[in-house]
């Protein structure tokens, strides 16, 4: 089924989220982690498109959810992905640019 989050309406993007939730939580009781990780960034991704990309500045250093051990440099955005730097404990930037959906951002 071909579908694009950027269609759905706020409503059917919490129904889609919360389903993805479900599946995640099956998947991981029984044993299939790698298929509730699937789950867990696809609703991510769903949540994303629940926020404003106009909220998140380039610049601006964010935490990372679930991530205690990391921050998030932003250098632009695309859509509702962040592109940028992850930042160490010892605000050290990692040289790799790369996406993250902008609800895993959050601020300090």
Do not use: T
């Amino acid at each position: 089924m071909n579908y694009c989050y950027s269609d759905f309406s706020i409503e059917q993007l919490r129904d889609e989220a919360a389903q993805l939730k479900e599946k995640a939580l099956k998947a991981e009781r029984l044993g299939n982690i790698s298929e509730a990780e699937v789950y867990e960034r696809k609703q991510l991704v769903a949540m994303a498109y629940m926020l404003n990309p106009e909220d998140f500045k380039p610049g601006v250093i964010y935490d990372l959810k679930g991530d205690p051990g990391h921050r998030f440099k932003i250098n632009y955005i695309n859509g509702v992905f962040a592109w940028g730097h992850r930042v160490n404990l010892l605000d050290d930037l990692y040289e790799k640019e790369e996406a993250v959906p902008i609800s895993i951002l959050m601020m300090r």
